[in-house]
């Protein structure tokens, strides 16, 4: 059963501009030092870098916590498995949002201007058929 979903689309060119006009101060309040040792060595580092604002994003939005419950932009990592498939590692803070039942999934997209992704927080059936 889903619990909460969240979705998030943002140009490219405003993390590039981000960056340009905030630089460390930028990457370091919303990016981990892994997510930025990721991105930051890709030939296309903003595309990451957006994909990976675009994830948290759109998990706030699932979780419904709002940016007033004290979780911050640290609280959650973005990575990707040896698929390729991204997910996100959470921090206490953040998993005292979802129940051991819980389980969160991002699946994020791009093309040359967009990132998007989308996350969906579902309770998982232990239940065998």
Not at 31 to 43: D, R, S
Not at 46 to 61: P, S, T, V
């Amino acid at each position: 059963m889903v619990i909460g979903i969240g979705v998030d689309i943002i140009e490219i060119s405003r993390i590039k501009q981000s960056v340009a006009k905030y630089g460390d101060r930028f990457l370091s309040k919303i990016y981990t030092p892994n997510e930025l040792n990721y991105c930051l060595n890709k030939p296309n580092k903003y595309q990451h870098l957006a994909a990976r604002f675009a994830a948290k994003e759109a998990i706030y939005k699932a979780l419904a916590t709002g940016w007033k419950k004290g979780v911050g932009w640290q609280d959650m990592e973005i990575i990707n498995e040896r698929s390729g498939m991204p997910i996100a590692h959470l921090s206490d803070k953040v998993k005292t949002f979802l129940a051991d039942d819980k389980e969160l999934k991002i699946s994020m997209s791009h093309s040359d201007n967009y990132v998007t992704c989308v996350a969906i927080i579902y309770q998982k059936n232990d239940k065998q058929s």
